[in-house]
């Protein structure tokens, strides 16, 4: 079965929804429909039957993604992209059969269906009109939502406008656009406090509330955002400055981490984001293992206090799962050092780990030409050994160490601070195929000489989910060991630096199954 983008999630009468898009059909992407899930702690889940599924002209091709709204009088709505039988893209609308079922199984198209959709005079691409956000109320009253596509290249977030919910009109601006970015997936905009921590409800604005605009750029398969201000009486969006809107910018994961979309938890006043985590091995081979596409541990976001990023975190509910804790003394690792940590079950595991460097003056100085991080951590990987670095975790290891995910930092001085690299190495991942091993890269935005620099890794057998500095930059990989499996999978603590780094504090947790069927 092919799982892919998550789409329409909510909380409705405290159960928690996700749609996804599913190929019930095969392990490649095709036959889209929306398929459905339900939670009432975001990690045990109960599968139903799909959602919504091609039945009509307007979606006969597909129903791909889209987002849910809380209508007033509390009542979802979700619009969703319909492939028509011209394989034109237009926009669809599909309300729950019955309110009173918290589950929300049933689901019915609107008759008035396709609301919007590529006509002669509105000059959008219809081969480019695509996942409708969650829409959000203006200061008239009247209904707003955004829609991907593009131009001649130029990637941009279509607007409407709708007092009904059922009647659409084009704005003709759209909210935002960027030159030369392609077509824009999935697009997410939503609310950020400036304040506090927590999250906002996506209709909400005012003096203290940023927003932030996500989109997913399908040239690169990866999910970009900016953090700006929306002015709601003009529906104009203008990222701050120093917030980059190109394929430069600000990235949620810096490894496989696509069509993401967040929903506002009204329980917990939180902003939760979910998204696709993509194969990293053959389509032959996804086919043979009959399925492919798993959904990223939910995480809570919020923006950082500097208001340059969004932080994020995996939600707390995931805690759970841990059982069997380990801890290790507070220790001074030398250089050269691969540290075992037993008794946990390395497969499955939840890692937290801090790292202290007394040292930096020998750091290695950061070419200025060295601004992408992706790169520097391939030519840097975890066996090319440094001053400051690399140091940082060995996850899905085989004993003698043939396999393992080499997670770490290394530190660098820059023209006038040192700079962190945060690295996922999968160069190593795998001595059994040939698939993708991109090393994956970012910055992270910590002064290493006042601050200890956090990692946590949720590892789940073929996923690696990385969180610097708290919740800062985050990378998720895919791998594949085949020694490394089950038993024969360990932890360690490595540094690969000339210099010692301290290790004030590791836990480590098995992780419990979840009922995901
Ligand atoms: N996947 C969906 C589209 C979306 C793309 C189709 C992103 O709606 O643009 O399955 O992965």
Same mark, same amino acid.
């Given at each position: 079965?092919?799982?892919?983008?998550?789409n329409?999630?909510?909380?409705?009468?405290?159960?928690?929804?996700l749609?996804?898009?599913y190929?019930p059909?095969?392990?490649?992407w095709?036959?889209?429909v929306?398929?459905?899930?339900?939670?009432?702690?975001?990690?045990?889940?109960?599968?139903?039957?799909?959602?919504?599924?091609?039945?009509?002209?307007?979606?006969a091709n597909g129903?791909?993604?889209?987002?849910a709204?809380?209508?007033?009088?509390?009542?979802?709505a979700?619009?969703?992209?319909?492939?028509?039988?011209?394989?034109?893209?237009?926009?669809?609308?599909?309300?729950?059969?019955?309110?009173?079922?918290?589950?929300?199984?049933?689901?019915?198209?609107?008759?008035?269906?396709?609301?919007?959709?590529?006509?002669?005079?509105?000059?959008?691409?219809?081969?480019?009109?695509?996942?409708?956000?969650?829409?959000?109320?203006?200061?008239?009253g009247?209904?707003?939502?955004?829609?991907?596509?593009?131009?001649?290249?130029t990637?941009?977030?279509?607007?409407?406008?709708?007092?009904?919910?059922?009647?659409?009109?084009?704005a003709?601006?759209?909210?935002?656009?960027?030159?030369?970015?392609?077509?824009?997936e999935c697009?997410?905009?939503?609310?950020v406090s400036?304040?506090?921590?927590v999250?906002?409800?996506?209709?909400?604005?005012?003096?203290?509330?940023?927003?932030?605009?996500?989109?997913?750029?399908?040239?690169?398969?990866n999910?970009?955002?900016?953090?700006?201000t929306y002015?709601?009486?003009?529906?104009?969006?203008a990222?701050?400055?120093?917030?980059?809107?190109?394929?430069?910018?600000?990235?949620?994961?810096?490894?496989?981490f696509?069509?993401?979309?967040?929903?506002f938890?009204?329980?917990?006043?939180?902003?939760?984001?979910w998204?696709?985590?993509?194969?990293?091995?053959n389509?032959d081979?996804?086919?043979?293992k009959?399925?492919?596409?798993?959904?990223?541990?939910?995480?809570?976001?919020?923006?950082?206090?500097?208001g340059?990023?969004l932080?994020?975190? =995996?939600?707390? &509910?995931?805690?759970? %799962? *841990? !059982?069997?804790?380990?801890?290790?003394?507070?220790k001074?690792?030398? +250089? #050269?050092t691969i540290?075992?940590?037993?008794?946990?079950?390395?497969?499955?595991a939840?890692?937290e780990v801090?790292?202290e460097?007394?040292?930096?003056?020998?750091?290695?100085?950061?070419?200025p030409?060295?601004?992408?991080?992706q790169?520097?951590?391939?030519?840097?990987?975890?066996?090319?050994?440094?001053?400051?670095?690399?140091?940082?975790?060995?996850?899905?290891?085989?004993?003698?160490?043939?396999?393992?995910?080499?997670v770490?930092?290394?530190?660098?001085?820059?023209?006038?601070?040192?700079?962190?690299?945060?690295?996922?190495?999968?160069?190593?991942s795998?001595?059994?195929?040939?698939?993708?091993?991109t090393?994956?890269?970012?910055f992270?935005?910590?002064d =290493?000489l006042h &601050?200890?620099?956090s %990692? *946590? !890794?949720?590892?789940?057998?073929?996923i690696?989910?990385?969180?610097? +500095? #708290?919740?800062?930059?985050?990378?998720?990989?895919?791998?594949?060991?085949?020694?490394?499996?089950?038993?024969?999978?360990h932890?360690?603590?490595?540094?690969?630096?000339?210099d010692s780094?301290?290790?004030?504090?590791?836990?480590?947790?098995?992780?419990?199954k979840?009922?995901?069927?």
């Amino acid at each position: 079965m092919g799982f892919s983008d998550p789409n329409g999630p909510m909380i409705y009468k405290g159960i928690y929804h996700l749609f996804y898009q599913y190929n019930p059909k095969g392990a490649e992407w095709g036959n889209i429909v929306w398929a459905h899930s339900t939670s009432t702690d975001l990690v045990n889940w109960t599968p139903h039957i799909p959602a919504i599924v091609p039945s009509q002209e307007y979606d006969a091709n597909g129903c791909w993604s889209g987002s849910a709204t809380i209508l007033p009088g509390y009542k979802p709505a979700v619009l969703y992209t319909g492939i028509n039988t011209q394989n034109q893209q237009v926009q669809n609308l599909a309300v729950p059969k019955n309110l009173s079922d918290p589950y929300l199984t049933e689901w019915v198209k609107s008759p008035l269906n396709p609301l919007m959709e590529p006509t002669a005079t509105n000059m959008i691409d219809p081969g480019s009109f695509r996942d409708p956000t969650t829409a959000w109320l203006g200061p008239d009253g009247g209904w707003r939502v955004s829609i991907g596509s593009q131009s001649n290249r130029t990637g941009m977030a279509i607007l409407y406008r709708s007092k009904d919910f059922v009647n659409w009109t084009k704005a003709e601006r759209p909210l935002y656009s960027a030159n030369d970015t392609g077509m824009w997936e999935c697009p997410d905009f939503f609310p950020v406090s400036a304040l506090v921590p927590v999250g906002l409800d996506t209709s909400i604005n005012g003096p203290d509330v940023k927003h932030v605009l996500k989109v997913s750029l399908s040239d690169s398969l990866n999910d970009y955002y900016t953090i700006g201000t929306y002015n709601s009486a003009m529906d104009t969006y203008a990222p701050v400055e120093g917030s980059v809107d190109s394929n430069l910018g600000l990235r949620y994961d810096y490894g496989k981490f696509y069509a993401s979309k967040t929903f506002f938890d009204s329980k917990n006043n939180r902003r939760i984001l979910w998204a696709w985590i993509k194969e990293s091995s053959n389509a032959d081979d996804d086919i043979k293992k009959g399925w492919s596409g798993v959904q990223a541990i939910p995480r809570t976001l919020w923006l950082d206090k500097s208001g340059k990023r969004l932080m994020q975190w =995996p939600i707390l &509910e995931i805690e759970k %799962l *841990r !059982t069997n804790q380990v801890d290790l003394p507070n220790k001074l690792i030398e +250089g #050269g050092t691969i540290l075992e940590v037993s008794g946990i079950t390395a497969a499955q595991a939840d890692v937290e780990v801090s790292f202290e460097v007394k040292e930096l003056e020998k750091a290695e100085m950061l070419d200025p030409t060295w601004t992408n991080p992706q790169t520097l951590c391939s030519q840097k990987g975890a066996s090319i050994k440094g001053s400051v670095g690399p140091f940082g975790l060995l996850v899905m290891a085989s004993k003698g160490l043939q396999e393992y995910t080499a997670v770490f930092f290394r530190i660098f001085k820059g023209q006038n601070k040192y700079v962190v690299l945060m690295c996922s190495d999968q160069s190593r991942s795998s001595i059994g195929n040939s698939y993708d091993k991109t090393t994956y890269g970012a910055f992270l935005d910590v002064d =290493p000489l006042h &601050e200890k620099l956090s %990692l *946590r !890794t949720l590892i789940d057998h073929s996923i690696v989910e990385s969180f610097g +500095g #708290g919740g800062k930059s985050c990378i998720t990989a895919r791998v594949y060991p085949v020694l490394a499996v089950e038993d024969g999978t360990h932890l360690h603590v490595f540094n690969n630096g000339a210099d010692s780094v301290g290790v004030p504090k590791l836990s480590a947790w098995s992780m419990k199954k979840a009922n995901i069927n």
